[in-house]
């Protein structure tokens, strides 16, 4: 087990200017953690599906149970655009931990004008294939990006 500290490091908001591992984790991640805040201004955080495509992150509102059809999300996006979107690997060997978290200004965007976007998460997702996500979409256009590993670069 390691026991080195690593500094994060931070980078340009282009996902390709990621170092390849950092690009391969959030590329092959299953879950992301979408954080932004509520009406309050309370900080939340959900896991979300989601695909990098065309230098953005997306996520669709998909056909799993909610309480309303549209999720109060997309209302608290709506209200403040910004967001953080973080994926990482954790492992009980610690030499193994890293992370990589996109700061991010946030778009809605119907489901019908980003066919590319919907093809990536059904790539990525067998449920999306089945059953194509209705949307609306989230987009993540990446403003600034950070990245830890345990591992010395």
């Known amino acids: 087990m390691s026991t080195g500290t690593y500094a994060a ?7 390709s200017d990621l170092p390849p591992w950092a690009r391969e984790l959030l590329e092959q991640g299953r879950v992301g ?21 065309g230098g953005a992150i997306w996520s669709a509102i998909d056909d799993k149970p909610k309480r309303s059809r549209e999720p109060a999300r997309l209302r608290y996006l709506r209200r403040r655009p ?10 009980d060997d610690w030499s193994e931990l890293a992370w990589v978290q996109v700061l991010a200004e946030v778009e809605i965007v119907k489901a019908a004008a980003s066919p590319e976007a919907i093809e990536a ?7 999306y294939r089945a059953s194509a996500p209705p949307g609306p979409l989230i987009m993540l256009r990446p403003q600034r990006a950070l990245w830890w590993s345990a591992r010395p670069s």
């Open 33 to 53: 953690r979408l954080g932004f805040v509520d009406d309050h201004d309370r900080p939340r955080v959900l896991p979300v599906t989601y695909a990098a495509c």
């Open 121 to 127: 998460l059904q790539e990525k997702y067998e449920p």
């Open 82 to 91: 910004q967001a953080a979107f973080t994926v990482d690997r954790y492992d």
């Open 9 to 15: 490091r931070v980078g340009s908001g282009a996902l």
